[in-house]
C-alpha cells in the first residue's frame, strides 16, 4: 500500500484499519498453529473430550491446537465446574464467561462436532482481543489530549497495533484469560481517563460515576487474573493525592467529595477480588459434611486459597523459581522484563519532570488553563500505571514463574506507549555506548517470538 493511501486510511478510518491489521495477524498465527506437527509430548487434550454420559469420545480436530497448558484446566472447569482445590488458580472470572459462552453454543450443529468450552474459549479471546485493542486506541486518544490530531492519531494506532503483534502470541488467541484481561484493564483505564476529562469540564456527577464504574471493571479483571490486584494502586495514588490537596483548606467539600468516590472505586475493586476467596473459604472452611477436615490455609492470617494453591502446587514464592534448571526461562523472559523495566522507569521520570515544571508556572498556580490541569492528572494517571507495571515486572522476577511475564505483559499499556513514542519521534535507544534502533529491534523480536512460541504452543511445547 503507498504511503499516501496508508497514511489517509489511518486517519479517515482508524478502526477499520486496526480490524484489517488484526484479521491479517490473527490468520498468519492460526496458519502457523494449525500447521504445527502433532500432539507434543502431552495426550492431555484428549481427556476432556470423554463423554461420561454416553462413553464416548469426540474426534479431534484442529481445535485442538489451541487446548494446551492452561486451556485445559480452564475448558474442564467451564464443563463441570471446580472439583479439585488446585483449580482454584485458574480465572474464576474466564471459567464462568467460557461456561456461560459454552452452554450458548451447545445446541448449534457446530458444537456436536467440536467442544462447546473450546470453540468459546477460541472466540472469548479473539473477539476480545480485538476489543481490547480498539479500546486502547481509545485510551491513548483520550491520554494525551495535547498533541496534534496527526500525532495523535498516529500515536494510538501504533499502540493499538503493537498490542496486535503482542508477545503473548497464541495466548491471546487460545482458551485464556489474556485477551479478557486486557480488555477489561483497558476499560477501566480508560473510565478512569474519562473521569479526568469529565473533571476538567466541571461534571463532578458523571467523574464520580466513572470512578466507580471504573472500579468494578478493573475488580471484574481481577477476577480473570490475579495480578490485576495491582491495578488497586490507581485509587491508592489518586486518594494520597486527593489527601495532600485537602491540607491547602481550599475548596474542601469538592476535594473530599472526589476523595470519598476514589475510595468508595477502590473499594468495589477490592470486593470483586475477594469475593472468589469468600466463595472458597466457605466451601473448604465452613460448609464441611462430618468427614471432611479444613484445608490448612484455612487457619492463615489471610485464608487467600489462590495464594495458597500457587506456593503449594505450583511453588511460586520469592526466589523459589531461582535454580540452575530455570535459567532458560529466565533468558526467555529478560527481552520482556528488560522493556518493560526500562519504559516504566524512562515514562515515570518523563512525566515526572514535566509535572515538576508545569508546577513551577503560574499558569498552573493560577488553575488559568483547563487542559494544562487536566495534562497534569493525566500524567499523574500515566505515572500510576508505570508503577504498577515496574511492580509487576519486579514481581515476576522474583516471585512469579518468571517466563509468563511475556503474556502478562499484554495487559499493561505503558510499554506500548513508551514504544510508540519511540516509533512516532523516530527516537534512538542509548545502550552499552551506541545508538540502536531500539523499536525495530523490539518490534522484530515480537513478531519473530510470536510466531516460534505459537508453533511451540499448538505442539505442546514449552514455554508456557
Known amino acids: 500500500m503507498p504511503e499516501y493511501n496508508r497514511s489517509a486510511l489511518i486517519q479517515t478510518h482508524p478502526i477499520l484499519f486496526l480490524v484489517l491489521c488484526f484479521t491479517l495477524w490473527k490468520l ?8 504445527s506437527p502433532g500432539p507434543g509430548y502431552d495426550t492431555s487434550t484428549t481427556l476432556p473430550k470423554c463423554d461420561l454420559e454416553e462413553g464416548a469420545i469426540k474426534a479431534s480436530s484442529w481445535l485442538d491446537k489451541f487446548v494446551r497448558w492452561d486451556a ?16 482454584w488458580a485458574f480465572g474464576w472470572g474466564f471459567a464462568r464467561l467460557l461456561t456461560l459462552v459454552g452452554r450458548a453454543l451447545e445446541n448449534t450443529a457446530i458444537s456436536k462436532q467440536l ?22 486506541y481509545q485510551l491513548t486518544w483520550t491520554i494525551y489530549p495535547v498533541m496534534a490530531d496527526f500525532i495523535r492519531y498516529k500515536s494510538a494506532i501504533i499502540a493499538a497495533s503493537l498490542h496486535i503483534i503482542s508477545p503473548a502470541g497464541l495466548f491471546l488467541s487460545a482458551p485464556y484469560a489474556e485477551s479478557s484481561f486486557s480488555f477489561f484493564s483497558f476499560t477501566g483505564f480508560y473510565l478512569y481517563a474519562k473521569s479526568i476529562d469529565e473533571h476538567s469540564r466541571g461534571r463532578a456527577g458523571r467523574r464520580d ?3 466507580v464504574i471504573s472500579g468494578l471493571v478493573l475488580g471484574v479483571a481481577t477476577t480473570l487474573r490475579g495480578n490485576g490486584l495491582l491495578s488497586g494502586a490507581l485509587f491508592g495514588f489518586d486518594a494520597l493525592r486527593e489527601l495532600s490537596q485537602l491540607r491547602h483548606f481550599t475548596n474542601i467539600c469538592r476535594k473530599s467529595r472526589r476523595l470519598g468516590f476514589v475510595i468508595i472505586g477502590g473499594s468495589v475493586m477490592g470486593i470483586c477480588a475477594v ?30 486459597i489462590y ?11 520469592f526466589l523459589r523459581y531461582w535454580s540452575f ?12 522484563l528488560l522493556i518493560m523495566i526500562v519504559s516504566s522507569l524512562n515514562v515515570w521520570t518523563l512525566n515526572a519532570k514535566t509535572n515538576a515544571k508545569r508546577v513551577k508556572t503560574k499558569q498552573y498556580k493560577r488553575h488559568v488553563a483547563t487542559t494544562d490541569v487536566s495534562q497534569f492528572q493525566y500524567q499523574g494517571l500515566i505515572q500510576s500505571l508505570a508503577i504498577v ?18 503474556r502478562l505483559s499484554s495487559g499493561y499499556p505503558v510499554w506500548y506507549w513508551w514504544l510508540a513514542s519511540m516509533i512516532v519521534e523516530n527516537r534512538a535507544l542509548h545502550m552499552l555506548g551506541r545508538e540502536w534502533n531500539g523499536a525495530r529491534l523490539v518490534v522484530r523480536w515480537m513478531v519473530v517470538y510470536a510466531f516460534i512460541q505459537g508453533g511451540l504452543f499448538a505442539s505442546f511445547l514449552p514455554p508456557a
Open 115 to 136: 467442544d462447546a468450552e473450546a470453540l468459546a474459549g477460541l472466540l472469548l479471546s479473539h473477539c476480545l482481543h480485538l476489543l481490547s485493542c480498539l479500546m486502547l
Open 307 to 317: 495464594a495458597w494453591v500457587q506456593s503449594h502446587y505450583w511453588q511460586v514464592g
Open 209 to 211: 460515576a466513572l470512578v
Open 389 to 406: 507495571q515496574m511492580i509487576l515486572a519486579v514481581l515476576s522476577l522474583t516471585s512469579y514463574h518468571v517466563q509468563i511475564i511475556t
Open 72 to 87: 485445559i484446566y480452564f475448558t474442564r472447569i467451564a464443563h463441570r465446574g471446580v472439583v479439585f482445590e488446585q483449580e
Open 28 to 35: 498468519l498465527l492460526i496458519s502457523v498453529a494449525i500447521a
Open 275 to 304: 469475593l472468589p476467596q469468600c466463595l472458597a473459604y466457605l466451601e473448604y472452611c465452613v460448609n464441611l459434611s462430618g468427614t471432611e477436615r479444613k484445608r490448612p490455609w484455612c487457619s492463615h492470617r489471610i485464608p487467600s
Open 325 to 336: 534448571s530455570n535459567l532458560p526461562l529466565f533468558a526467555l523472559a529478560a527481552p520482556m
